[in-house]
Nanobody, 114 residues
């Protein structure tokens, strides 16, 4: 019954911003590390950002300084604030709890284009 639902994707112009949300249900959200992954056309899925149970964060180099991951355990929700978006950020973004052997959402599409 664990469910992760991503939202907030859409079409945005280069330089714009989006905030993705991932709402969890059916599990104890606060015990998991949470990651945002993305998969762009013709590319492998990559880890974009991760936040631990204790709130420590890390990011792939390509998004450092532009993206911020955060979590609100009281709302069972994780966020990815994306600023200064570039066309190469275009991808389906997936929420993950607990790593590869954990839980996955179905993704939300982010398209950065003029």
């Amino acid at each position: 019954q664990v469910q992760l639902v991503e939202s907030g994707g859409g079409l945005v112009q280069p330089g714009g911003s989006l905030r993705l949300s991932c709402a969890a249900s059916g599990t104890i959200f606060s015990i998991y590390a949470v990651g945002w992954y993305r998969q762009a056309p013709g590319k492998q899925r990559e880890l974009v950002a991760r936040i631990t149970r204790g709130g420590d964060t890390n990011y792939t180099d390509s998004v450092k300084g532009r993206f911020t991951i955060s979590r609100d355990n009281a709302k069972d929700t994780v966020y990815l604030q994306m600023n200064s978006l570039k066309p190469e950020d275009t991808a389906v973004y997936y929420c993950n709890l607990g790593g590869a052997m954990g839980y996955w959402g179905k993704g939300t599409l982010v398209t950065v284009s003029s």
